[in-house]
């Protein structure tokens, strides 16, 4: 026979468990951080948003001064094209007064040093069947490719304004955002001074180092840029020297051309 007390005591044990049990699982089924959580604060993404307001106008500028650097760079590398056979060919096709025909080699090109020929060709083929005064044909040709030279280089330094800008503003942006995190910083040690509560050293060292992100962020937006716009600039200018020297040696077979044609004796009736 069962001692009742007995039966009495494994059913108690039984009760006690069974209300200790879920807690337990509970316990183990309580979900941690979410992978979103996770992703918006770690790694570069976390930084910017730790770095506070200043932090978006910086972003904005690392976005334009990409797409500058991309557009830029694309467009450049079409036009970098070798002239130096085109501008053997145009001389050698003025030299047997073939002006028609060096002027749809210069077409068919592209490319700045094409495009100068190409007008001054143009002009100069227009002034001759118009039997223009030789002496002001010359000058003209001269204007014309002066004219349009300046468009070619209003075109090769598209956009390049925007990003000096961002080379310069970038930091700058970076700086007042790490003079408005200071000032925060200070102020909540001042508050935390008065109230006596917290570590005034662990707090100052939180608040200067979220302050100095919005630094840190400007300097690796501005820096490549302003490499990005040393470099565009120095390609631009190579493309510039070209093409004046093109402009310069068109202008003396053309006046070459011209001296032919005076010397030149007339028909006879």
């Keep these: 026979m069962l001692n009742p007390s007995l039966i009495l005591a494994q059913s108690a044990l039984g009760q006690a468990g069974g209300t200790n049990a879920p807690p337990a699982d509970a316990a183990q089924a309580e979900p941690g951080p979410s992978a979103v959580a996770e992703f918006f604060d770690s790694g570069a993404l976390g930084l910017?948003?730790?770095?506070?307001?200043?932090?978006?106008?910086?972003?904005?500028?690392?976005?334009?001064?990409?797409?500058?650097?991309?557009?830029?760079?694309?467009?450049?590398?079409?036009?970098?094209?070798?002239?130096?056979?085109?501008?053997?060919?145009?001389?050698?096709?003025?030299?047997?007064?073939?002006?028609?025909?060096?002027?749809?080699?210069?077409?068919?090109?592209?490319g700045p040093v094409a495009a100068i020929l190409a007008n001054g060709l143009r002009k100069y083929l227009v002034l001759s069947k118009l039997d223009y005064d030789p002496a002001r044909l010359e000058e003209k040709v001269v204007k014309s490719m002066e004219g349009y030279g300046a468009h070619i280089l209003a075109a090769l330094e598209r956009h390049l304004p925007l990003l000096a800008i961002v080379a310069s503003v970038a930091p700058m942006i970076g700086f007042l955002g790490t003079v408005q995190g200071m000032i925060v910083a200070f102020?909540?040690?001042?508050?935390?001074?008065?109230?006596?509560?917290?570590?005034?050293?662990?707090?100052?060292?939180?608040?200067?180092?979220?302050?100095?992100?919005?630094?840190?962020?400007?300097?690796?937006v501005g820096i490549p840029a302003y490499v990005a716009f040393n470099y565009f600039s120095s390609v631009i200018n190579s493309f510039v020297l070209e093409v004046e020297e093109s402009a310069a040696e068109l202008m003396e077979a053309v006046t070459l051309q011209l001296t032919l044609r005076e010397d030149k004796p007339p028909d006879s009736p």
């Excluded at 990409?66 to 557009?71: G, K, R, T, Y």
């Excluded at 053997?88 to 080699?105: F, I, K, M, P």
């Excluded at 001074?193 to 662990?202: A, E, F, L, R, S």
Aim: glycine share 12%.
């Design 48 to 110: 910017l948003l730790e770095g506070g307001f200043f932090m978006w106008p910086i972003l904005l500028l690392a976005l334009v001064g990409l797409a500058v650097m991309i557009e830029r760079w694309r467009s450049l590398k079409m036009l970098g094209v070798d002239a130096g056979d085109l501008k053997q060919a145009v001389l050698n096709d003025l030299t047997e007064s073939r002006v028609g025909d060096a002027l749809e080699r210069c077409e068919r090109e592209r």
């Design 187 to 220: 102020s909540d040690i001042v508050e935390m001074d008065k109230t006596g509560g917290g570590n005034i050293i662990q707090a100052a060292a939180a608040g200067i180092q979220v302050a100095l992100l919005t630094t840190c962020f400007g300097l690796i």
